[in-house]
């Protein structure tokens, strides 16, 4: 598997000027006290939505929302708030999304970003014995997603432009073992690798592009009106990456290092944002006030239509063709659903 640098987001890009205003929105963005997902959601806050922000413990939640109020939330100075998510355990994934719908009584955007992908080598297993990449990676998001869906097909009913964004990757289209048949098949080690940790990441990243393609197709034949979209941020220089390379020898010099192929961190929210707020295809939903902003944050753009894939610079292209394959989704679907029956956990299908 190789990786290379890829889209890369244009830095004439500003979500503050170029994105319509999102107060009255209510935002769920997962794995967002660090990385790509904190800048997702801060830049979702300065346009004013009501953000929940997703992590394992309220003290890490805690210590970021202390940083995004030191780095400052201004114009919009919306709202931020801590939501328990553990995704390695399915039933965990589901009782947070249940105790999420005791909070709230909608859901504009769901925006699954969180994810594993450096598993040091170890291939850790959950307690149902799957791999932690597959468990996190695609697994609880698939659990914790489809038990939100009523809420957000709920939201949509009321008129309201509702968004399920799933974050991707790039690393989908390298993927050579296809089999998603089986839990075996699931736990594939990779050995035969140069990266199996990679390849392991890329493998539960194709996983989660399957899915998301499967469900926009099966909600497109129930009419429903929720827009689903799947991006890739594009290779960045995360808090994740960062907190990589100080575990190196030499930290300081393979962070310049990367500093000079890898974009800031507040880049790498841009595609997940751009996804959670440029006005559709079709114009719907389009502001009519423009609150003393560009012209351009109304306009429709081309690449906001259902089951887009985007990347940056916040374009439209095409996934792989086994993301595609509708088969493979059927089998995925299958398999995923026996995992559920087994432990006996019942989860809202489409």
């Known amino acids: 598997m190789t990786m ?7 830095k004439s890009f500003d979500p503050l000027r170029d994105l319509p205003d999102m107060k009255g929105k209510v935002v769920l963005v997962t794995g967002s006290s660090s990385g790509i997902g904190f800048a997702t959601l801060q830049h979702l806050v300065r346009l004013g939505a009501k953000v929940y922000m997703t992590a394992r413990s309220e003290a890490r939640a805690k210590s970021a929302i202390e940083r995004l109020e030191k780095e400052g939330k201004e114009p919009g100075n919306g709202e931020v708030l801590w939501h328990e998510l553990d995704l390695v355990d399915p039933r965990k994934a589901k009782a947070s999304a249940e105790k999420f719908m005791e909070k709230e009584e909608r859901l504009d955007i769901l925006i699954n970003n969180a994810g594993l ?3 040091r080598g170890k291939e850790p297993m959950n307690k149902d014995g799957i791999q932690d990449s597959m468990a996190i990676n695609y697994l609880g998001v698939y659990v914790f997603t489809q038990t939100l869906l009523p809420l957000l097909e709920k939201t949509a009913e009321s008129g309201a432009d509702v968004r399920l964004i799933n974050v991707g990757s790039r690393v989908h289209q390298q993927v050579s073992f296809l089999d998603y048949s089986s839990v075996e098949a699931w736990n594939h080690q990779f050995r035969w690798s140069l990266l199996p940790t990679m390849a392991r990441y890329g ?4 996983a989660l592009h399957i899915w998301t393609n ?4 099966r909600l497109t034949e129930k009419n429903s009106k929720v827009l689903v979209l799947v991006v890739h941020p594009g290779a960045v220089l995360s808090d994740g990456a960062l907190a990589n390379l100080r575990s190196l020898p030499f930290p300081g010099l393979w962070t310049r290092l ?3 192929m890898l974009v800031p961190q507040e880049m790498g929210g841009y595609a997940s944002a751009f996804a959670a707020c440029a006005v559709r295809a079709d114009g719907s939903f389009a502001p009519t006030q423009t609150d003393g902003k560009s012209e351009a944050c109304f306009k429709p753009s081309p690449h ?4 887009a894939y985007i990347v940056p610079p916040n374009v439209k292209v095409d996934q792989a063709a086994a993301a595609l394959d509708v088969e493979r989704q059927k089998a995925l679907e299958k398999c995923t659903r026996g995992v559920l029956e087994k432990i006996e956990l019942q989860v809202p299908e489409v």
């Open 4 to 10: 290379g640098m890829g889209p890369v987001p244009s």
């Open 117 to 119: 992908i450096a598993d």
């Open 203 to 206: 493998y539960s990243k194709l």
């Open 214 to 217: 499967g469900l926009a197709r």
């Open 258 to 260: 990367m500093g000079t």
């Open 304 to 307: 906001i239509t259902h089951g």
